[in-house]
């Protein structure tokens, strides 16, 4: 299974501000996916990043509120931006693994708006 | 009606019973099945993957699924408190032609095996 790292872990913030959360796999992976799993719920895609085309929006979130690099292979970034307290949540990226239908997780990167 | 029902628990058990997870879905037409464990302030962590309807066992773990009942299930035996975590279940449709499949989870259980 891919090995999937993010930065930071957790972060306080300030509303108004914007964070931007890294994304690293251990392979070469084609298809990157970020999550929003706020707290005592599910899991909700945010979006999907295939390398080299700009990232597929799930319903409800936008490329203005939620832009996502994916410059190479291996590397993502979600940028969380004008923070509300409503953004508070845990932000996971994930890649799909050896079975394409299956995905692997990061430890996730836990985000406080005051 | 939410596409992946599952009961957010808690469940709690003593270490050693039986534990079983459960989700229903409405959308016949998933065909992949998952069930993923979190540990508090971990990532999801992959513990089963079935495509078709029957049983597959792993260790201590057996995943069911029931296409016709739209009914799928984990089954822990021995529970032990290193169990303790919330079960995510996860499914997806058939692969576009990218192959990419969309993951629909289920709002997760939440077990706790005490000693």
């Known amino acids: 299974s891919a090995v999937i790292s993010q930065k930071p872990s957790r972060d306080i913030c300030q509303r108004g501000t914007s964070l931007t959360i890294q994304c690293q796999v251990d392979?070469?992976?084609?298809?990157m996916f970020w999550y929003r799993q706020q707290p005592g719920q599910s899991l909700t895609l945010i979006a999907t990043a295939n390398q080299g085309s700009e990232a597929t929006y799930e319903s409800g979130f936008v490329i203005d509120k939620f832009p996502i690099s994916r410059p190479n292979l291996t590397f993502s970034t979600l940028t969380v931006s004008n923070m509300s307290p409503e953004d508070s949540s845990i932000y996971l990226c994930s890649s799909t693994g050896r079975a394409k239908e299956t995905q692997y997780f990061g430890p996730g990167t836990r985000l406080l708006v005051l | 009606q939410k596409e992946v029902e599952q009961d957010p628990g808690p469940l709690s058990v003593p270490e050693g019973a039986i534990v079983s997870l459960n989700c229903t879905y409405s959308n016949s037409a998933f065909q992949y099945f998952m069930w993923y464990r979190q540990y508090s302030r971990k990532g999801p962590e992959l513990l089963m993957y079935t495509y078709s309807s029957g049983n597959k066992e792993d260790g201590r773990f057996t995943a069911q699924v029931d296409k016709s009942s739209k009914y799928i299930s984990l089954f822990i035996r021995d529970s032990q408190p290193s169990d303790s975590a919330t079960y995510l279940c996860?499914?997806?449709?058939?692969?576009?032609?990218?192959?990419?499949?969309?993951?629909?989870f289920g709002a997760g259980t939440r077990l706790a095996v005490h000693p």
């Open positions: 392979s070469q992976v084609t298809m």
């Open positions: 996860a499914m997806s449709l058939r692969g576009l032609s990218g192959g990419y499949n969309k993951l629909i």
